[in-house]
């Protein structure tokens, strides 16, 4: 078995990106600006905020953080939208999920100027995403493509099988693997709480996501010899022996399957640092985007 190791690999991209940006200053190119949208005070979003934050600062690229109350009503929302989507110094932002309940998520990222969505979230970078025509392509997923093109995993031919059908993570990177590309050219099974037989669905998996955040939900019986094994999820789950009163675990039961797979992405250190590494690529590409 051999780890996908999504920290050294986010590490090295960021490296690239860092060394990109002193060009670009020193070509007296605009510096690269990602705002972020943080509305009440969710710990986790909070924190995933955070590192995206403090790693395009360590890149060199601008930031801003807009923190909002959880009482910010939804027209106050769509205006702060608006106002980044006109703004001259921001290239692209992301509006960090869950928002409250009595705000409509749909609406807020629909309102997202389609060339600075760098989580891909709108309908129009969807669309282009499933026609294979050049888009920001959602952060998670894209951050896993760049993990299987690092560890040269083969897709082409094989079954690959996702569970969770989410806007977000499931859904596009059922329809990534499916592309005509590579990572790609797999046959796919896209499966939810609905699915019947899981299970015997899961051993039949090539490559196997897991995104439903249950955690160890992926059980040793349910994957296939060899297969190539990606934890998506993170839950955290109170620990009183950590300082921080939690531990990070993901959908895979990893210390029973990792020993069955050729590849598997740990948690934390898989997944999570991809899907930083990739938006930073999305803001690179947005801002090349603002100048043309
Ligand atoms: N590493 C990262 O950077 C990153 C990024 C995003 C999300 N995540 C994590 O990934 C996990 C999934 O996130 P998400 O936003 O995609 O989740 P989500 O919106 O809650 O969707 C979960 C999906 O899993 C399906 N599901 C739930 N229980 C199931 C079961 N028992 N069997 C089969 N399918 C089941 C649901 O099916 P239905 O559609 O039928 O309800 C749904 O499609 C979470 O742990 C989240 O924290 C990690």
Redesign the pocket.
Known sequence: MQLLDGKLLSQKIQQQIADEIILRKNAGKKTPHLAAILVGDDGASQTYVNSKVKSCDKAGMESSLLKFESSISESELLNEVYKLNESKEVDGFIVQLPLPKHINAEKIVNAISPLKDIDGFHPVNVGNMVKNLPCFVS??PY?ILLLLEEYKIQTEGKHCVV????D???KPMSILMSRNAYPGNCTVTL?????KN?SEICLQADILVA????PE?VKKEMVKSDAVVID????RLNDASKKNGFRLVG?VDFENVAGKCSYITPVPG???P??IAALMKNTMRAVEQSIK
């Not at 995104?211 to 249950?214: C, E, N, P, R, T």
């Not at 998506?232 to 839950?235: L, R, S």
């Open positions: 952060a998670t951050g569970i969770g059908r989410s977000i993570v499931g499966a939810h709480s609905k699915t899981l995104a439903l955040g249950k939900f998506v999820g993170i839950t959908d898989g997944v999570g991809m899907t």
